[in-house]
């Protein structure tokens, strides 16, 4: 038997999700005045007493979504109840007994599973005089509790506990192989693409933008192996964020890229990367997390539409991001969902390997000689020896007879170097310069000291400024594809 489950459910505004964050032991729902703030469903797993059980915080029941999304909001409730193990049903000690509290009680009337009647903002004993209202639910006493002032946490793990079936596998599940974080810009496909790879209704899904809001974590398995897929709210502009909501939306976005292991960037190829879409870059860039970008709603673009025009496309824009992968896929039929999750597993393996000291000191060894440094205030830089330091993402330390000798210019083909000749040809390489005495050990340009018999009369200095890139195609040419892929495009929207 898998892990059990035990679903929250309630009226809106009664603290759902602060229960759930409170049990969690840190914010992962939204939890927000606003009602309606929950549409998917959120889990997470637990652990109490040695036990592991899986929370799921949802949706409120009755309520008429603004979005017109109340069926899809009804559905997630639906089938977290049906799923459900144990179902904790949530009330408001300090509102008393509502009509709605009522009409939550007679959906559950008929639902054979153990209920919890749980009075949440008890924040007082004298409040919890209040709670006797709800004994004409039917469900017995009220479990009172306050998430707000951590009152009662022990008494509701307990029941719960107590309630659990028995004979479940309540060990600690297998940690996930690979965590992958969807992000984009609102409407891009994320959770169509996530429903894909889970092969359930996991996530809402509309043409509204903004559904989801959560970051929700979705479980799922292939070839036997655990994966994770953060699902997480499409990304706006900051002056068009108009409420709270959208704030903590975008703020789990950057802690969903932060947790992963690899990001799939999603873009919509019928529309213009804007800015949104080079701030998550420029975010995944400066955390050095492997990514992938993936052009989704391919189905809807011409048949004519060649993918290397798109390709050109993102390079172009996302200049410093040149070794990222591109993949292509139509998420509602779930077309190279699979080829895509093994390019990550693929990109993970790369970001975890690590190369033996001597390997590395071979490649930059070969690197000096095909492109000696150029001589900064009247010295010639020297690299002494260089070493992995650590994985996730692979760290080069260079030791050098000074770092301010080795221009930006240069290491960035010193990495590029890297990334061509070591494996790591997908993921991003963080260089790091320290100074070190020379002492007894001779530096590495050493093997490349011309032969003063043969030396040369000084030349001009080498053009460096070609080493950023390495492409069969010019700048010129690359945006010259970009405003005629854009002409075309808007011209035949």
């Known amino acids: ?96 007994l ?37 004994y004409k639910l039917g469900r017995g006493k009220v479990l009172c509790v306050s ?25 600690k599940p297998a940690d996930a192989e690979l965590k992958l974080a969807l992000v984009g810009r609102r409407n891009t496909g994320k959770s169509t693409f996530i429903n894909s790879l889970a092969q359930a209704d996991r996530m809402i899904v509309s043409e509204v933008a903004g559904t989801t809001r959560d970051s929700v974590d979705v479980r799922f398995e292939r070839d036997g192996k655990v994966l994770l897929a953060i ?8 002056k068009s964020i108009s409420s709270d909501i959208e704030f903590y939306s975008m703020a789990r976005a950057e802690r969903s890229i932060r947790r992963a292991d690899v990001v799939l960037l999603f873009f919509d190829p019928r529309l213009r990367v804007s800015k949104v879409d080079k701030t998550l870059a420029e975010y995944v860039l400066d955390l050095a997390k ?35 992968p591109i993949a292509f896929v139509t998420a509602t039929r779930g077309k190279n969902a699979q080829r ?6 693929q990109m993970h393996k790369q970001a975890s390997s690590r190369i033996g000291t001597g390997e590395l000191n071979q490649v930059i060894r070969a690197a000096l000689e095909e492109q000696p440094p150029p001589m900064r205030q009247n010295r010639r830089p020297k690299v002494y020896f260089t070493t992995q330091a650590a994985t996730n993402p692979p760290t080069i330390v260079l030791f050098t007879n000074g770092p301010q000798l080795f221009d930006n ?32 050990i001779p530096a590495l340009e050493e093997a490349t000291e011309p ?9 001009p200095k080498p053009d460096l400024s070609g080493l950023r890139f390495k492409s069969t195609t010019s700048e010129d040419e690359i945006e010259r594809d970009v405003k005629q892929y854009e002409s075309e495009l808007w011209r035949d929207l």
């Open 1 to 96: 038997m898998s892990v059990p489950l035990v679903a929250i459910v309630g009226r809106p505004n009664v603290g759902k999700s602060s229960i759930f964050n409170w049990l969690a032991g840190r914010r992962i729902s939204i939890v927000d005045p606003t009602a309606g703030v929950t549409r998917d469903r959120v889990s997470t797993l637990i652990e109490a007493d040695d036990r592991f059980f899986e929370v799921t915080d949802t949706g409120g029941m009755g309520i008429e979504d603004a979005d017109n999304l109340t069926s899809l909001v009804e559905k997630q409730i639906d089938l977290a109840i049906e799923q459900a193990h144990v179902i904790v049903f949530v009330v408001d000690v300090r509102s008393g």
């Open 98 to 134: 509502t009509p709605l509290d009522e009409e939550v009680g007679r959906r559950l009337r008929f639902v054979t599973k153990p209920v919890i009647l749980v009075g949440n903002k008890a924040d007082t004993s004298k409040i919890e005089e209040l709670a006797t209202d709800f």
């Open 147 to 171: 998430a707000e002032q951590k009152r009662g946490k022990h008494e509701l793990l307990a029941a719960i506990l107590e309630k659990l079936p028995t004979g479940a596998d309540e060990k």
């Open 231 to 238: 699902d997480t709210a499409g990304v706006r502009k900051k």
């Open 290 to 324: 492997p990514a992938i970008f993936v052009v989704n709603k391919w189905d809807l673009m011409k048949t004519t539409m060649p993918t290397e025009r798109i390709g050109n496309y993102l390079r172009a824009v996302f200049p410093m991001l040149d070794y990222v």
């Open 340 to 345: 895509l999750l093994n390019l990550a597993r």
């Open 409 to 440: 210019t240069y290491q960035r083909y010193l990495v590029k170097y890297f990334r061509d000749h070591l494996p790591f040809p997908d993921v991003p390489i963080k260089l790091f310069l320290r100074a070190k005495k020379r002492e007894a």
């Open 451 to 459: 032969d003063p018999r043969k030396r040369k009369s000084k030349g």
